[in-house]
């Protein structure tokens, strides 16, 4: 019984690529195109997926923004994405790995966000970070091998808020391909190694 839990123990650790980061990128929502006050975030936009009715884009030097964190939301250049909704889900067209990026709350000071990280469907990884209005506060993720990004600022999360109050923006989304990387030959080497001395005390045992 022990020979086979060792066994299958060592074929899912040799077959089971070990995780690697491609090229990265960071969406600054800069780049889109001119609005006086808000618009909408293209569904290609840095090769994501962005749902119209839980997110935007918004100009942070708008006048009527002034005292609010929509006015500070912005850390490079003038634009970033905004929560239109408590939920908000980026998805990927294919697996990626989700670096970091820097938050703002718009109405309310010490929200918290929790923010996820999915695989078809399963949590993979799950945070939970505090922002504020006055400043933006960078995130660090290094969600590797997901398909989504699933940003939760709900009143579960924030039971001493009104739901109209828990939104907030996000900018300098960064993330990067990802890429499985093989195991290297020495672990591969050990493992075989591993599985013959298991095989053999077995094949003896068997014999006495």
Excluded at 142 to 171: A, C, R
Aim: aromatic residues 14%; proline residues 4%.
């Amino acid at each position: 019984m022990y020979y086979k839990q060792i066994m299958c123990t060592l074929l899912v650790v040799m077959f089971t690529p070990m995780l690697g980061m491609g090229s990265s990128s960071v969406l600054t929502f800069d780049d889109i195109g001119y609005v006086t006050i808000y618009g909408d975030i293209p569904q290609s936009y840095g090769g994501f997926n962005w749902d119209s009715d839980e997110i935007g884009y918004c100009n942070t030097t708008f006048g009527g923004f002034a005292g609010t964190g929509y006015e500070n939301g912005a850390v490079s250049g003038t634009y970033a994405a905004y929560s239109r909704d408590i939920k908000v889900s980026i998805t990927g067209n294919s697996f990626f790995s989700f670096i970091d990026a820097y938050f703002t709350a718009a109405w309310s000071d010490s929200l918290n966000i929790k923010i996820m990280g999915l695989s078809e469907g399963m949590v993979l990884f799950e945070e939970t970070m505090i922002a504020n209005t006055n400043v933006p506060v960078q995130f660090t993720a290094n969600y590797n091998g997901i398909d989504e990004v699933l940003i939760d600022s709900g009143v579960e999360v924030n039971p001493h808020l009104d739901d109209s109050k828990v939104f907030f923006l996000v900018d300098d989304f960064r993330t990067a391909d990802f890429v499985p990387a093989p195991l290297p030959p020495a672990i591969i080497l050990f493992g075989t190694g591993i599985i013959s001395l298991v095989i053999g005390r077995k094949y003896v045992g068997s014999m006495a």
